[in-house]
């Protein structure tokens, strides 16, 4: 059901509810029955209203749908309704109905499922890797999901802004500086001097090399950095290994067809003194004290839910990683991101009741909830029924470029956003690589490049298609089909509201089906030029849908396979 026609039924209920129980004020909502032979929309509004009402409420549903079957606002959206079980009302759709929807498609195109632009904006921060190796699988879990929400965003009107928080500062940094010194000096990860914390993949070689050799990078929106060769300079060998490092990784992001509006430098905020000033901003408020050395945050008095007070400046010096998020999300208000979403792995799931009780001590009227977390479980990857661990290049994990180079793209974007961000998941190689109905993001794309085959090989003209009289499509199939296309701007809606995107992957594997089998039920080349054009426009409106739903995750939707 479009949503203008659900929009004009719950009106229509209402109304049959004012002229029988004029004090009433239910909440009426539709939902689509779990057995499509209940109809197309149920409602309860019978049964929220009997007791109040003094009334059976079999009967109060039924007054309710005579009412409506007399309403001609209703008469032409509606075929027919009845009562069903306890008091339930279930609604079916005139074909007519079913059929406006491919009018919307037509006048719609690309846009169909795209809401109003609106006056706000949301700040989406996903990825933000420390630069100390390549982006690694639980990354590419939160590209996939972070640039599909961005797109869900822009679908729903917002002004999104994609950003990568770079943590370039703390002790990470320095070990990877003295990691690449070692390697430099030829020591392996081997040999017993080698820093116990260091890191050991084979790009610690490749940094060392190319500093030795007098190597310049540039990452994506910084100077270029020149190696230079000096084993002993450690600032040096930092700047360039961190520098390196993030051109690798922009590398690996373009592999993956994303690309960020701004990045954010975690050393920014010690350069610039927010860090300090955000400190003692909390210190003058009275939210921190004193004990054994340390400075401590009252984070269990600012009403976030934290189960005990946090340490900001640690007895030894330097500050807990928390401090500096407090500061940056500071900043992310006052450029007036008044909605941020931080898309993180579920091990960050201590720092959100403390983030958010440094920002409530500000006191600059910033919400509870802000930021919103989407807190993702982490990735297994499976080839050949076995569980990979180990890549070369990066020494202890599986990479992004790695799934890519196995998979291409569009498999590790659909299969990574197809489940809830918060629950576990397998990646198998083997299925994201076969070329069958088990493996979704074929079956989905292959439903696109068959409709494309079927309308090359008709000769359709897609301008004439448009205006094809659509009154032909009754069969139970095309219903089904056309229903579900119908459904697409609301579950647009739905799944940027629940920060959700995995909805999208569902819906588009049900309309796959749905179309595949309409496709085989019905033969769409008939003798009969009526239902043959009719047939075709539905298929070109699936095709469109498709891509639509397709470009909401960052795949592609190919005309051949």
């Not at 929807?101 to 195109?109: M, N, T």
């Not at 792995?345 to 977390?373: E, M």
């Not at 609301?490 to 089906?513: I, K, N, Y």
Request: aromatic residues 8%; charged residues 25%.
């Amino acid at each position: 059901m479009l949503p203008e026609q659900q929009n004009l039924l719950i009106s229509r209920i209402q109304a049959a509810v004012n002229a029988l129980l004029p004090e009433a004020q239910p909440s009426i909502q539709l939902e689509r029955p779990k057995v499509a032979a209940h109809g197309d929309a149920a409602c309860n509004v019978a049964m929220q209203l009997a007791k109040p009402a003094r009334r059976n409420p079999r009967e109060l549903a039924q007054a309710i749908v005579d009412h409506l079957l007399a309403d001609p606002q209703a008469a032409n959206l509606l075929a027919g309704a009845e009562v069903a079980g306890p008091g339930f009302i279930n609604f079916r759709l005139s074909p007519a109905a079913h059929q406006a929807v491919l009018g919307a498609i037509a006048g719609q195109r690309e846009q169909y499922g795209r809401a109003p632009r609106r006056d706000e904006k949301v700040l989406v921060e996903f990825v933000s890797a420390n630069p100390t190796g390549p982006l690694h699988v639980g990354h590419a879990r939160q590209a996939a999901l972070g640039d599909a929400l961005c797109r869900l965003f822009d679908a729903h009107g917002y002004d999104v802004t994609r950003e990568f928080y770079y943590n370039d500062a703390g002790n990470q940094i320095d070990n990877l500086a003295i990691s690449v010194q070692a390697r430099g000096r030829g020591i392996s990860p081997d040999d017993a001097s080698y820093p116990a914390d260091g890191y050991r993949g084979d790009y610690i070689v490749d940094i060392a090399n190319d500093y030795l050799a007098g190597k310049t990078v540039q990452a994506s929106d910084g100077v270029p950095v020149t190696g230079k060769g000096d084993l002993n300079d450690l600032d040096a060998i930092r700047r360039f290994a961190v520098t390196y490092l993030r051109n690798e990784q922009d590398l690996d992001l373009q592999a993956f067809g994303l690309k960020f509006d701004n990045y954010y430098l975690e050393s920014s905020l010690y350069t610039s003194g927010r860090v300090e000033n955000t400190v003692q901003r909390l210190v003058d408020k009275g939210h921190t004290y004193e004990m054994d050395g340390a400075l401590w945050l009252r984070t269990t008095e600012l009403g976030t839910g934290d189960d005990k007070d946090r340490v900001m400046r640690k007895a030894e010096g330097g500050y807990t990683y928390f401090v500096p998020d407090v500061a940056y999300h500071e900043a992310k208000w006052e450029r007036g991101f008044h909605k941020a979403i931080n898309i993180q792995g579920s091990d960050h799931h201590g720092t959100v009741a403390r983030v958010r009780a440094g920002l409530q001590g500000l006191d600059i009227g910033i919400p509870k909830d802000f930021p919103a977390y989407i807190l993702h479980k982490m990735v297994k990857v499976v080839r050949g029924g076995q569980e990979v661990k180990i890549s070369k290049r990066a020494g202890s994990y599986v990479t992004l470029r790695d799934l890519i180079d196995w998979v291409g793209r569009d498999a590790v974007r659909f299969f990574l956003i197809q489940r809830r961000a918060d629950t576990e998941f397998t990646f198998d190689i083997d299925l994201a690589r076969s070329q069958s109905e088990e493996n979704p993001v074929y079956y989905i794309q292959y439903a696109h490049a068959r409709i494309c085959s079927v309308l090359e090989q008709a000769q359709a003209d897609a301008a004439a298609l448009q205006q094809a009289d659509a009154t032909p499509l009754v069969a139970p199939t095309e219903i089904a089909l056309l229903q579900r296309l119908s459904e697409f701007p609301a579950l647009v809606t739905l799944a940027a509201q629940e920060l959700s995107p995995h909805l999208v992957a569902f819906w588009l594997r049900d309309c796959a089906a749905d179309f595949h089998a309409w496709y085989n039920a019905e033969r769409v080349r008939v003798d009969d030029a009526a239902l043959r054009d009719a047939r075709l426009r539905l298929a070109d409106a699936t095709r469109q849908v498709l891509a639509n739903g397709l470009a909401l995750l960052g795949v592609a939707a190919p005309q051949r396979m």
